[in-house]
């Protein structure tokens, strides 16, 4: 069976740490893999990653998959306080676009 | 910007009762996605739609059915409500193609049923 799997489950770092959320997926057919964030509403989509070790970056993230080992990372540098939220991963795969979502790493960040 | 709205923000309902939510995306996506969102659980697919009047399950569409009878609209229907099926539901839609892109979500219902 498809699975994503997400570490930690939860995280509380201090404002200027540096983050690494891990997400490890077991997949057939795997096409794209998604990083997303939810504070309290609805997520936002953050990267899609397709190729292996090409890093996505925006600003203070970033993201690099493996597809060798199954992984994907999404790095957060220089934290603030507006970074708490759930983290989201997904992986696409089979002849649809059907997400398969992990259960999330909550990040705190603390002043 | 995309634009993914939910008829809904809250809902309360009783069990047994018919339950429509609604999903309006303004951006021309062919595909459209229905999710269930829970603690410990996740996001976990219901039912999507990849063109007007098509349809595929998800993971758990038990309890749930679905209609697409205009391209920017994708309603999801509860026959009958019952307590297990309190959470939160997240409309989503995207391109179609290769790969899709990413999925752009509504703000989500959270539905109660008593």
């Known amino acids: 069976e498809d699975k994503v799997v997400q570490s930690p489950l939860s995280l509380v770092v201090h404002e200027g740490d540096t983050v690494t959320l891990n997400c490890s997926y077991e997949?057939?057919?795997?096409?794209?893999l998604l990083w997303y964030k939810q504070e309290k509403k609805a997520p936002t989509f953050l990267f899609m990653l397709?190729?292996?070790?090409i890093e996505k970056k925006s600003g203070r993230l970033s993201s690099i998959l493996d597809k060798k080992e199954l992984f994907s990372i999404l790095n957060i540098t220089a934290t603030q306080t507006g970074d708490s939220a759930v983290y989201l991963c997904?992986?696409?795969?089979?002849?649809?676009?059907?997400?398969?979502f992990g259960t999330g790493t909550l990040l705190a960040v603390q002043p | 910007d995309v634009k993914v709205t939910q008829s809904s923000r809250y809902l309360v309902k009783r069990t047994g009762e018919k339950v429509f939510l609604e999903c309006v995306q303004d951006?021309?996506?062919?595909?459209m996605f229905w999710y269930r969102q829970d603690p410990g659980l996740g996001l976990r697919l219901i039912y999507f739609?990849?063109?007007?009047?098509?349809?595929e399950k998800g993971d758990i569409p038990e309890g749930y059915s679905v209609s697409r009878e205009k391209k920017e609209r994708f309603s999801l229907i509860l026959e009958s409500a019952s307590t297990n099926q309190t959470s939160m539901y997240l409309c989503a839609s995207s391109l179609s193609g290769s790969y899709g892109g990413g999925q752009f979500f509504g703000p989500g219902t959270r539905l109660t049923v008593l």
């Open positions: 951006m021309d996506h062919e595909n």
């Open positions: 997904a992986y696409m795969g089979g002849a649809t676009n059907k997400l398969i």
């Open positions: 397709t190729s292996s070790g």
């Open positions: 997949v057939t057919n795997f096409r794209s």
């Open positions: 739609s990849y063109d007007v009047k098509m349809k």
